[in-house]
Nanobody
Framework: QVHLVESGGGLVQPGGSLRLSCSAS????????LGWYRQAPGKQRELVAT???????NYAVSVKDRFTVSRDWARNTVYLHVNSLKPEDTGVYYC?????????WGQGTQVTVSS
């Protein structure tokens, strides 16, 4: 059974940083592509970043140069380092993977950027 568990969210001031974590189980982590999405209140869920099995990364234009996605193969964990946070980065951040033709989501972790 596939499980994705996010952690690391919180309340942070503008300009601050967080490290979000996504622990994955039930998949072959070495070959899976994982992604981070976010959903702001009243808005649709949007792609933030992805990381492929070879470490190739892709970012939304709005977060490029501020966010960094990485993976730890030994811990089956994907990280999203979020820096220079802005109020518009507020939302629930979700981890995602597609495995054996099914789409899986974690429960999400809340990030709130406010002074």
């Amino acid at each position: 059974q596939v499980h994705l568990v996010e952690s690391g969210g919180g309340l942070v001031q503008p300009g601050g940083s967080l490290r979000l974590s996504c622990s994955a189980s039930g998949i072959n982590f070495k070959i899976a592509t994982l992604g981070w999405y976010r959903q702001a209140p009243g808005k649709q869920r949007e792609l933030v970043a992805t990381i492929n099995s070879d470490g190739t990364t892709n970012y939304a234009v709005s977060v490029k140069d501020r966010f960094t996605v990485s993976r730890d193969w030994a811990r089956n964990t994907v990280y999203l380092h979020v820096n220079s946070l802005k109020p518009e980065d507020t939302g629930v951040y979700y981890c995602n993977t597609q495995w054996r033709q099914r789409n899986y989501w974690g429960q999400g972790t809340q990030v709130t950027v406010s002074s």
